[in-house]
């Protein structure tokens, strides 16, 4: 069975940093490509940051650039993002996400899904 689980979420205070990691059971994450995507409340669900399977290129949102850093992990079947200073606006529920064709950040095209982990900015 697929299963995505992430984890690292929690509160921080704004210019802190988190580090998602998302682990991947009953496939290999190298064949996919992997995005980190979140949701505010009454908000749409966005893509946050993409690493492709096929030549390892990456996208960020304008939001994140700079800040936000998404990354395999070596041999463990991870992969991670990275979140430095954060910003209330980042507030949100983080999921990453697998599909073994996608080349986009689209959340409407990813197949696999985590459960989501829950990322709070507040001072």
């Known amino acids: 069975q697929l299963q995505l689980v992430e984890s690292g979420g929690g509160l921080v205070q704004p210019g802190g940093s988190l580090r998602l990691s998302c682990a991947a059971s009953?496939?290999?994450?190298?064949?996919?490509?992997i995005g980190w995507f979140r949701q505010a409340p009454g908000k749409e669900r966005e893509g946050v940051s993409c690493?492709?399977?096929?030549?390892?290129?990456?996208y960020y949102a304008d939001s994140v650039k700079g800040r936000f850093t998404i990354s395999r992990g070596s041999a463990n079947n991870m992969v991670y993002l990275q979140m430095n200073s954060l910003k209330p606006e980042d507030t949100a529920v983080y999921y990453c996400a697998a599909d073994p064709r996608s080349e986009s950040c689209s959340p409407y095209e990813y197949e696999y899904w985590g459960q989501g982990t829950q990322v709070t900015v507040s001072s």
């Open positions: 009953g496939f290999t994450l190298d064949y996919y490509t």
């Open positions: 690493i492709s399977s096929s030549d390892g290129s990456t």
